[in-house]
């Protein structure tokens, strides 16, 4: 999409540097070790303890006691009978999976606004290329009305109106410079660090920057499901039947299981002779009766948190065809309005050409000229201004469409891969 070596270097900066992105990923960090800390409730905790003791009682009671043991157990280890850790774990790793496509969304929403930043900035120098041209223009038209009046060839009404327009265009040319410096101020917020003129975009480069110009015919709809925010809302869905039953399990009887084998004596020294065997084995059951509404409630707020996601994911999925069907009736127009206005600028070019032959002929008054030149300057300005759209528009079906528009491009994680290269 981005084929302009300093745009791919300058968005490579801003994925570097922007805190918001930044934040995502910590965001992955913690989800990905909350979806750990779940599946591990699915394995025993297994502890080993050693343990010694000695007391000497005083005179006439005076006697020795000592003890050793040595233990390995099982502690509060509980079968999952009837899914309910299972349904947690689950549900934390659906959880971690939406923040993934969360951090791909702030991943493609930078990308986007760099590039739109970057061929806003290309635009606007041209802009200003084109104000400073006009102020040369006019200030040379007013040098020569002045010598014309001075010579009494020119009347002071055209000396004024060239005097006007010559004010006219240094106010241009300063607001033009003013949103130059602007632009740069905010991509460089976007890279998050200040730039080098030589990654600063060429005035009127835009074109150059995109590797393409034109969408491929017969775009499949469900593309769409390559969109991060819609993955992340299916994930949410996912997440939130697990809940539910987790919170439908918390109705079923409960199995905890503690244990321990090991070893006793009352000398250390005989702590590992035949016979100092111990073990305990201690099963809970809890079985809920009466828990005044309460799981219940937790199941109702489950089955409500799912009803939001199923919402939350219609949303997603009407949201994404209306932005792509905005940009591409944008787009189905935007080429025939660049050629309109290539087609108006060469035009008013050629005619303020003619004008100012005839002006120099005196064949023509300098309202003449004056309304040539704004002709002139009105026509390329709208040409920028239309170029830059269409491919601001180009950026944005990029984004719209979850990243491009290659089938191929869906990048999606492995969650499985990802928690044991992390774990």
Do not use: C
């Amino acid at each position: 999409m981005f084929v302009d070596t300093k745009l791919r270097a300058v968005i490579q900066m801003a994925l570097d540097n922007n805190r918001d992105l930044r934040v995502a990923a910590l965001n992955i960090e913690k989800a990905r070790a909350q979806y750990r800390i779940q599946r591990a409730a699915l394995i025993p905790d297994v502890n080993v303890t050693a343990s010694g003791t000695e007391q000497r009682q005083p005179g006439g009671l005076a006697f020795f006691d000592s003890s050793y043991s040595l233990g390995v157990g099982v502690s509060a280890y509980e079968l999952d009978l009837f899914g309910r850790v299972r349904s947690l774990k689950d549900a934390a790793l659906q959880s971690y999976l939406s923040t993934v496509e969360t951090r791909r969304a702030t991943h493609i929403s930078l990308v986007a606004e760099v590039a739109s930043a970057y061929v806003t900035l290309a635009a606007d120098q041209e802009l200003l290329r084109l104000a400073d041209d006009t102020l040369r223009t006019r200030q040379q038209a007013y040098d020569i009305q002045d010598r014309r009046y001075a010579a009494g060839t020119s009347s002071l009404l055209e000396l004024r109106q060239a005097d006007g327009e010559l004010e006219d265009a240094k106010s241009t040319a300063l607001a033009a410079s003013s949103q130059v410096a602007l632009d740069r101020n905010a991509l460089e917020l976007l890279v998050g660090t200040p730039l080098a003129p030589d990654m600063l975009p060429v005035a009127g480069a835009t074109t150059a920057m995109l590797g393409r110009d034109e969408l491929p015919a017969g775009l499949p709809s469900d593309l769409l499901r390559n969109r991060p925010d819609i993955l992340a809302a299916e994930h949410d869905l996912m997440s939130a039947n697990a809940n539910i039953g987790a919170a439908r399990a918390a109705f079923f009887p409960s199995i905890s299981l503690t244990g321990n084998v090991g070893r006793a004596s009352l000398e250390l020294k005989d702590l590992f002779d035949g016979g100092n065997h111990t073990w305990s084995f201690s099963p809970q059951i809890n079985l809920p009766i009466f828990t005044g509404g309460r799981l219940k409630a937790d199941l109702d707020v489950a089955r409500t948190e799912r009803d939001i996601a199923v919402a939350q994911y219609e949303k997603s999925i009407q949201t994404a065809f209306r932005e792509v069907a905005d940009g591409l009736a944008q787009r189905a127009v935007m080429d025939a309005r660049l050629d309109a206005q290539r087609r108006r600028s060469d035009a008013a070019a050629i005619s303020n050409d003619l004008v100012q032959r005839r002006y120099r002929e005196k064949v023509a008054g300098y309202l003449e000229v004056l309304d040539a030149q704004r002709t002139a300057y009105a026509a390329r300005q709208s040409f920028i201004q239309t170029d830059l759209a269409r491919q601001m528009n180009l950026i944005t079906l990029y984004k719209v469409l979850g990243g491009g528009w290659d089938p191929g491009l869906s990048n999606r994680a492995d969650p499985d891969t990802s928690a044991k290269r992390t774990g």
